[in-house]
């Protein structure tokens, strides 16, 4: 019981904090920043130059919304068929994916297959860096 009074009393920043516990707030603290650090990293910034060199059914790159697909594998399993995807293979594909007016499931199973971004300089609709999860997950 007079844990519990102590306990809500430190939360609440009536008393202090015991050195233990001080130290043991830093760890956690510490801990998930590591977490989210781990969790995070910057997409790869990809030219539109190099991007342009996979412009092959074996080897097909498209830069949507300023991000950069490697669609090798998808070109078979796309709905639309890979020669829609092929006629912009090596470049931005943007206004053709959006004039599709492709699904939300479409635009989930994009992350798949994003592998970076745009430089700042080449970029058309975004200014800031991409972070992503490890998960693949764009933020
Ligand atoms: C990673 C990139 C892409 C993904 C994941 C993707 C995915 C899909 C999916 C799931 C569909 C089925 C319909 C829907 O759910 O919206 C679809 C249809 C289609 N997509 Fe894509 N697509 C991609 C890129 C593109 C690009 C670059 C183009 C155009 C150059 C394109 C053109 C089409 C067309 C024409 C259809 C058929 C629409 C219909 O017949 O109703 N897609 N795509």
């Known amino acids: 019981m007079t844990t519990s009074i102590t306990t809500l009393l430190q939360a609440l920043r009536i008393v202090p904090l015991s050195q233990a516990e ?4 830093q760890k956690t ?25 996979h412009d092959d059914y074996s080897d097909c790159w498209v830069v949507i919304y300023d991000r950069v697909y ?14 829609v995807i092929m006629d912009y293979a090596g470049r ?14 479409a635009i989930e199973q994009m992350r798949d297959y994003l592998i ?14 991409s972070q992503v999860l490890k998960s693949g997950i764009p933020e």
Do not use: M, W, Y
């Open 92 to 105: 931005d594909a943007t206004l053709a994916f959006h004039g599709t007016g492709h699904s939300r499931d």
């Open 29 to 53: 603290a510490a801990h998930k920043k590591a977490l989210t650090d781990r969790l995070c990293e910057a997409l790869p910034e990809i030219s539109l130059d190099a991007v342009a060199h």
């Open 116 to 129: 970076g971004e745009l430089p700042q300089n080449e970029r058309i609709f975004r200014a800031t860096n």
């Open 70 to 83: 490697d669609v090798t594998t998808f070109l078979q399993d796309h709905p639309g068929g890979a020669d």
């Open 22 to 25: 001080k130290k043991a707030q």
